[in-house]
């Protein structure tokens, strides 16, 4: 098992209550799945766990009857994906296995990329410089030029300016805090585009868009730990090609969520309204 520099993931509390096929499961059943999850997250391929149907008992903390209870469960529900290969039993966690899918291909990308640029910079280059005594600057090629890639100052101008823009900051009279609105509004761009937002097309265009939601955080509509996981959530899907447009699928994301917070906060207004109503 690896992953000793991350000892800790993130648990979406709301989430794992609302899972309708997982709370429908047994009780065993979730105690079981609570467990191989944590597991999951020490294995090398994070999301995914392997045993034997022997060693399911012992690594699981369960009993043989409790096992083939939750692979029934876990086959009629399909709370998560499970299998038998080669008489073991393997089991994933759809969400972990995509993000760690994920990130092992940025860092295998970033690889390359490296390896590019050491394999440019151990090449000799033939060019006017010898002409000059050896002493002249080289340019480096223009997809190496620093203003090609866009920097944490030119993200923070792009979303000053349109801040800074009459109309853009929401209510007259109640301008909000720019600095927190600002790093919010980079922090949902760079989960849902990468940190190259500033040069794709349609992150420019979505910015109306994300200033609203990050309103909505604002007062309190949303949550925004649960619109950065989200907005993670479609990166991936986009990363796979299951996704061509970003926008309109986070669109659809945020309305729901914040559909159930004020239907939720209406239920817990009646709720409050009928407990007053009998003292």
């Known amino acids: 098992m690896g992953n000793e520099k991350a000892p800790a993931f993130q648990l979406y509390v709301r989430d794992v209550l609302t899972d309708s096929a997982l709370q429908r499961a047994r009780a065993a059943t979730r105690g079981i799945w609570f467990n191989a999850v ?79 640029r050491k394999n440019a910079d151990d090449t000799p280059v033939e060019s006017e410089a010898a002409g000059c005594g050896g002493d002249a600057d080289v340019t480096p090629p223009s997809s190496y030029s620093p203003s090609s890639a866009p920097s944490s100052s030119s993200a923070k101008s792009l979303v000053k300016g349109f801040l800074e823009t009459p109309g853009n900051h929401g209510k007259a009279g109640s301008p909000p805090d720019f600095d927190k609105v600002s790093h919010n509004a980079q922090l949902i761009m760079e989960k849902l585009y990468g940190r190259s937002w500033p040069h794709d097309s349609e992150a420019r265009r979505f910015m109306p868009f994300i200033f609203k939601v990050t309103g909505m955080i604002r007062e309190g509509r949303l949550v925004l730990d649960r619109v950065l996981a989200a907005a993670s959530e479609v990166k991936l899907d986009h990363n796979e090609g299951k996704v061509n447009h970003r926008s309109a699928v986070f669109t659809t994301i945020v309305r729901s969520m914040s559909a159930t917070a004020k239907a939720e906060a209406e239920g817990h207004n009646a709720f409050g309204q009928a407990v007053a109503a009998t003292m």
Request: glycine share 4%; net charge positive; proline share 3%.
């Open 38 to 116: 944590c597991l999951m997250w020490l294995e090398d391929e994070r999301g995914k766990l392997v045993v034997t149907p022997d060693e399911f008992p012992r690594v699981l903390n369960c009993t043989a009857e409790e096992r083939d209870a939750f692979i029934a469960d876990c086959n009629t529900l399909a709370f998560a994906d499970i299998a038998e290969r080669d008489g073991a039993i393997v089991m994933v966690n759809r969400r972990m296995h995509r993000e760690h899918k994920s990130s092992r291909g940025n860092a295998l990308r970033q690889q390359r990329y490296r390896q590019r």
